[in-house]
């Protein structure tokens, strides 16, 4: 049993009612009390666990389709979500990339494919 109260009434039965005295006991047999070191170190922990879900970076869901309708850092997001998985199959390509030879973005061209 975890928690059980007892009761014991006085040795003497001769007493009155209003002056019988009774001894309560408590049992907190396997109940966890955590230390003051044990709660400081789980509040550490969940605030790095939170810090760490803040830094996480946001990566947008990968279609087919770009989302459009004027939105163009979802677009941009879309293009280098593309990009990403693009350099992860293909070394050749990340190592091209990791070279600082690109210097200054003067002109693009997108070229559409139906």
Known sequence: MIASTSTRNSVN????????????????????????KDIDLIITQNKKLLNGKELKEYRPILTSRSPGKGYWRQQLDHI????????????????LIGEPRMGNMIHATVHENE
């Open 80 to 95: 280098c979500a593309h990009l990403k998985t693009y350099a992860v199959n293909r070394p050749d390509f990340q190592s």
């Open 13 to 36: 039965p001769h007493q009155s009612y209003s002056t019988i005295k009774k001894e309560v006991a408590t049992q907190t047999y396997g109940i966890y009390y955590p230390s003051a």
